[in-house]
């Protein structure tokens, strides 16, 4: 005999249990959408999948890496599709990061969309040639006193084939406090040539997830997962004179873009660079910018500092970095040639000098920019 | 004892003379916030139509089947608590398939229904009253039907609201809550028709 106390809570676990197995039950049949197909880019890639989960990590599990800063989380709206097939209205958690125009042109979060019946989708190109590498760390030098030169050999593929200005994914296992593993995006500093490694400068942010793991907790040896190469800042193939302006771990996609030109022997553009930064301490890569300067005449390198210590002893331009670029467009660099603004930096230094490129008549079209 | 009321008269008395909502003022929080958009009102009050038809005929099932033969009343909030949430559960993966825009505008109040306190009143009231199974399956409809009217009828004149002259100090719920007293009164003119406990 069941003592008589035990006869409510059984019967309450009994029709709590059988309710619970009938939700299960109704789980299957109503979210079992079976296969679908997933049309992308009219029929360039056809692919059989099972539905039921979001399109972005349906994607990924086909190795199609939709960037996502946040990690599906439907904040950061970097992972836009254009979904062709009618779905119905746009969710209350895309809206908010979906202009009217993309709203308009059935842009999608796919990190908000579920995959539930045959979908055609648009997605870039360059997307498909986005992988997840397994990489082991080679080296980390210290350039400033915030800035570090981190070095990746992959592992798995062994190779990558990017752009120089790309950037890559970094995926953050959980530390410490942090329960969740994390995504950010770092420039790659290394050059498209280096083919089996890829090279990065993080300055570390106070308070910052990802930065404070790479500065306090990665070393030498350690493995490390990135999803790469993403973005559209790159090089533009014109005789255009090319401005680039960037400060900091900023120039890292610069540093990228500019020795690409070296490797490729593209020589007979005129480049100019200019780096600003507080003081001399702040200075790096300083000697190898110098000595590409004196191997290659079209090359010139402008640093500048807008707070010397005396100590620096420093003879190079005092100032803004706007104030210098607005000289130097002034009197030294050809007015009445094209040129070619890139930039890379904080959305406050960058916005300034477009101002200055724009009073130069370098138009909206020729200003190429990477905000962090 | 089983009252002795015919389905019909019971049926109509729940839509208009004891309306759960205007006359009980039972499931008020989604009544005002979700009757500014008519579309969504008329889904929710479907919704809750359906919600209340299945939870009460399967509360008087689980009642007078299980809890009575086994001398259980005292664990009817948590039955039928629990019977109400499952329903909901299942409710809202059908609508989600069968109809996602209606679950994006549904949103959190969909299952929100779950904690209606118009769905566990009309299920405790055919409990006390002791509805038989026809009653209750009657009753609880009937009060989905009055629930769904008075949410649509909300919504209408809060749409015709919109445009009207309002006292700034009385836009937004200030309106909204002397509409809702007219209403009741309103609902109150056919309290003598017919009268139902």
Known sequence: MIPLILIGPLSVSIITGLLALLISIMDKIVNNYGEVKLDINGGQKVLTVSGGSTLLSTLAEQKIFIPSACGGKGTCGTCKVTVTTDIGPHAATETPLLTGKEIKENVRLSCQVKVKKDLSIQIPEDLFAIRRFKTTVESIVDLTHDIKEVYLKLDDPPEVNFKAGQYAQFIIPPYGKIKESTQRAYSMNSTPQDKNRLGFLIRLVPGGIATTYVHTLLKTGDKLEVIAPVGQFRLHESGAIMLCIAGGSGMAPLHSIIFDLVNRGVTDRQVWYFFGARNKKELFYFERFQELEQKWSNFHFIAALSEPLPDDNWKGDVGLITDVLDSYLKDKIKPDFPKEGYLCGSPGMIDACIRVLKAHDVTDENIFYDKF | ?197
């Not at chain 2, 729940?14 to 969504?40: E, P, R, W, Y």
């Not at chain 2, 008329?42 to 008087?60: F, R």
Request: charged share 10%.
């Open chain 2, 1 to 197: 004892m089983t009252p002795d009321i015919n389905p019909i008269v019971l049926f109509f008395a729940s839509v208009f003379t004891s309306n759960i909502l205007l006359a009980n003022f039972l499931g008020m929080c989604s009544f005002i916030a979700i009757s500014k958009d008519f579309k969504s009102a008329n889904g929710l009050g479907l919704a809750v139509i359906i919600v209340l038809l299945i939870t009460s005929v399967l509360n008087w099932a689980v009642y007078h089947l299980i809890l009575v033969p086994l001398n259980l009343e005292y664990l009817r909030f948590i039955v039928f608590i629990i019977v109400i949430a499952a329903s909901v559960q299942i409710l809202e993966m059908v609508i989600d398939r069968i109809s996602p825009a209606l679950y994006m505008t549904l949103g959190i109040f969909l299952p929100l229904i779950t904690v209606n306190c118009a769905i566990l009143g009309v299920v405790l009231l055919l409990q006390i009253r002791n509805y038989s199974f026809v009653q209750s399956a009657v009753f609880g409809l009937g009060s989905g039907i009055g629930w769904w009217i008075a949410i649509i009828s909300l919504a209408a004149i809060r749409k015709k609201l919109e445009k009207a002259p309002i006292p700034a100090g009385l836009k937004g719920p200030g309106i909204t809550f002397i509409t809702i007293g007219l209403m009741a009164m309103a609902f109150m003119g056919f309290s003598g028709i017919l009268s139902v406990q």
